[in-house]
C-alpha cells in the first residue's frame, strides 16, 4: 500500500495551498479519505474527512477555508487550503481509512505547510 502526498509549502498568510493525496495497492473498500495535522509540539488532530457516500468533517478551525474532494474511482483526495493563517502551519498527512472513518489505516509520509505573516 501506498499513500503519497505533495502540494505542501511555503506560502504568505492569507494565501493558497492544494495538497493532493493518491493511495494505491488497497484492495479492499475505501470507506473514508482525509487530512489530518501536526504542530510542533501538539497531537495529530483531523483538519478534513470525506467519507465514500459523500459526507465531510471539517475542524472548526478550517471551516469555510479548506475544501476536501475525492475522485472515488482513483482514491485520490484534495484539499484545497485558502486564507491561510500562520496557526495551520503544520506538517500534513494523508489518511485513508479502510474500516472505522474515526480510525485511519493508511497514512502518508506527511508534507509540510508553513505559512507566513
Known amino acids: 500500500v501506498q499513500v503519497v502526498e505533495s502540494g505542501g509549502g511555503l506560502v504568505q498568510a492569507g494565501g493558497t495551498l492544494r495538497l493532493s493525496c493518491a493511495a494505491s495497492g488497497i484492495l479492499f473498500r475505501v470507506n473514508a479519505m482525509g487530512w489530518y495535522c501536526q504542530a510542533p509540539g501538539k497531537q495529530r488532530e483531523l483538519v478534513a474527512q470525506?467519507?465514500?457516500?459523500?459526507?465531510?468533517n471539517y475542524a472548526d478551525s478550517v471551516k469555510g477555508r479548506f475544501t476536501i474532494s475525492r475522485d472515488n474511482a482513483k482514491n485520490t483526495v484534495y484539499l484545497q487550503m485558502t486564507s491561510l493563517k500562520p496557526e495551520d502551519t503544520a506538517v500534513y498527512y494523508c489518511?485513508?481509512?479502510?474500516?472505522?472513518?474515526?480510525?485511519?489505516?493508511?497514512w502518508g509520509q506527511g508534507t509540510q505547510v508553513t505559512v507566513s505573516s
Open positions: 470525506l467519507t465514500s457516500d459523500g459526507r465531510t
Open positions: 489518511a485513508v481509512n479502510i474500516g472505522s472513518i474515526s480510525s485511519p489505516d493508511y
